[in-house]
């Protein structure tokens, strides 16, 4: 089991969204990302390569357009982009 401490400290790291544990895996919060993090011998495997990425409406596996912040699915064509948070100045 993932302690809620390590969960609280957390994000995904595409979206920066929370995650919530679910059959044994770490999803993502927000339900345009999908992202969904492997969680092996209680250590979560936070990278966005290996995680696995349904598409949330019809929940094929979606890939990664060449510039790696946009997910496509090849089935409806929803993408997800990732917009990196605007860095304070
Ligand atoms: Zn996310
Ligand atoms: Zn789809």
């Given at each position: 089991?993932?302690?809620?401490?390590?969960?609280?400290?957390?994000?995904?790291?595409l979206c920066?969204?929370?995650?919530?544990?679910?059959?044994?895996?770490?999803?993502?919060?927000?339900?345009?990302?999908?992202?969904?993090?492997?969680?092996?011998?209680?250590?979560?495997?936070?990278?966005?390569?290996?995680?696995?990425?349904?598409?949330?409406?019809?929940?094929?596996?979606?890939?990664?357009?060449?510039?790696?912040?946009?997910?496509?699915?090849?089935?409806?064509?929803?993408?997800?982009?990732c917009?990196?948070?605007?860095?304070?100045?």
């Amino acid at each position: 089991m993932i302690s809620p401490d390590l969960l609280e400290i957390l994000a995904c790291p595409l979206c920066k969204s929370e995650l919530e544990v679910k059959e044994g895996k770490l999803h993502c919060r927000n339900s345009d990302c999908n992202l969904r993090f492997l969680v092996q011998e209680d250590i979560p495997i936070m990278l966005i390569e290996e995680a696995e990425r349904p598409c949330p409406g019809c929940g094929t596996a979606r890939a990664w357009e060449p510039d790696k912040d946009t997910l496509r699915c090849e089935k409806c064509s929803r993408a997800f982009t990732c917009q990196p948070p605007a860095t304070p100045k």
